[in-house]
Structure formats: structure tokens, C-alpha cells
């Protein structure tokens, strides 16, 4: 006998659209645009080898008697280049694709590894407390004392300068500049989770599993820690933000992405030495696009802290 339909479990995608999160999000027009904005520039950005129209760091299709050509719009432009090109020849449109997708997996993956580090520091510290709990937070205070960017620069200097000379490649550049934002940014996570693990950890579940024999790295990972996640997805939201303008303001300083993996932030180091000499689309269009990505990100990380509050509904 086949099942009916009303005792078949229903879908990720069908309990997703009957949650309150998509009610709250759909009923947000901010956030729909936001939402809009950021899934077309991630689109665009991790679909650059086959979206963008140009392969703008491959020499064999660069020609330097392109350089420093204007936008279509403008008399001199030409068709095949939306937005203009460099001083090298390259399309601005397509490094703005691929640039953006250096710029995506620093911010993302620098937040990831923050926040893992972060909410394991922060639930150990919360639930074992004492002299460990003391030490972690000591040296939180102690990190706050310090801007976030002045940390990664620091911390990214000295991992350079202790490497070999000759591995400095491209991906360990990328992993050293992903490590240093993340080191620079575990406190708040850490600070969050602390605070409520310490409120998690005397209620009455968590004594129940005590008596009963549970172990505490069981009781942590598996009951205090799914409680605590709420806060931590709006600040990872939010940090995400944060983590790709600083790796822009890093790349702009000379110290984080190398030339040979664009992102936003060279572009506009490179385009700021043309500016005054007119070629004001070598800096514009990656700011506009640095903006318009971490604007829309920031907007999602409000709608959804609004969301995952009660008290703010």
C-alpha cells in the first residue's frame, strides 16, 4: 500500500520555505536586495573562467596597445571592453571577476577558520572555567587592546619573514594572509560563546546529563554548543565583511595577495597611481565593488541578527 502524500516527510526545501527565517527574509525587502546583490557578485565571481569575457592574466590575449582605454560610454572606449582596461591591456570587468573571487575565499575562508578556533576556545573556557578560563580571556583582553588590521599585519610579516625564501608561492601567500585576518579576529566568537556557554551550562538539561554519566566533551560539542550558535552565525555573517576589507586594505598596503592572484584590493592599489592622470575607472569600479559587496553582506548579517532575536521582533 503506497504512503499518501500527507505521511511522506517533506523536503529540506519545503520545511526551508515553511521556516520562519524565509518568512522574516521574504517580508525584508532590504534584505531580498542584499541578498540579490550578494548572490550575483558571488555568482559572478566563482563563475569568472566562464563568465568573464576576457582572461585578463593570460599574456597570449593581452595586448599593451589597449592599455588605458576608457569605458564604452566614454568616446575612445570600445565595445569589447565594458568597463575600460589597464595600464597592462587587461579588461577591468574580468580582473574585477577574478579579483573578487581572491577576495570572496580570503573573507570566507579567514572567517571560517576564526570562528572555528573562536568557539572552541570560547566553550572550553565557559565550561571548564578556572585558571584556563582566566588565561584565555587575559589574552582576548589583551588582543582588543590592538586594531584587528594592525594584528594581521603583524602577524603576516612575521610568518613571511620565518619562511624559506623560496616557498613563497602563491597559495601559501593566500593560506598566510587567511591565517593572520583569522588569528586577528577569534575574540569576538570566542567572547560570545563564552558568555553563553556559562548561561547553558547550569541549566537543568546539562545537569541531567551530568547525573547520568555523559562525558563533558560529549556535553559541550553535543548539547551546550548547538545553543550557543545563534549569535556566533550573525557576528560570521558581519565578519565576512570586515575579513574582505581587510585583505583589501593588506593587498592595498603591499602585503597581502600577490599581483599574480588579483583581488580588490590590488586593483585599487594599482588604478591609484593613475587617478590624477585621469584614468578614474582603474580605481572606481573595484571600490564600487569592494562597497556593494560588503554593504549587501552587512545588510544580511542585520536582517538575520533581527531575525534570530525574538526581543527584536
Known sequence: MQPSARTRPRSALQRLLDSDLYDSFR?????????????????GAFGAPWLAPHEPYNLATVSLSDALLPPVWIEEGQARYLLGTDDQGRDVLSTLLYGSRISLLVGIASVALAMLLGVALGLISGYVGGRLDAFIMRVADVQLSFPAILIALLIDGVVRTLLPSGSHSDTLVVAVLVGSIALANWVQYARTVRGSTLVEKNKEYVQAARVIGVSPVRIMFRHVLPNSLGPVLVIATINIAQAIITEATLSFLGVGVPPTSPSLGTMINSGNNFLYSGEWWLVIFPGAALVLLCMSVNLLGDWLRDALNPRLQ
Request: zero cysteines; charged letters at 5%; glycine letters at 6%.
Open 27 to 43: 517580508r525584508t525587502p532590504t534584505a531580498i536586495v542584499a541578498g540579490v546583490v550578494a548572490l550575483v557578485m558571488i555568482i
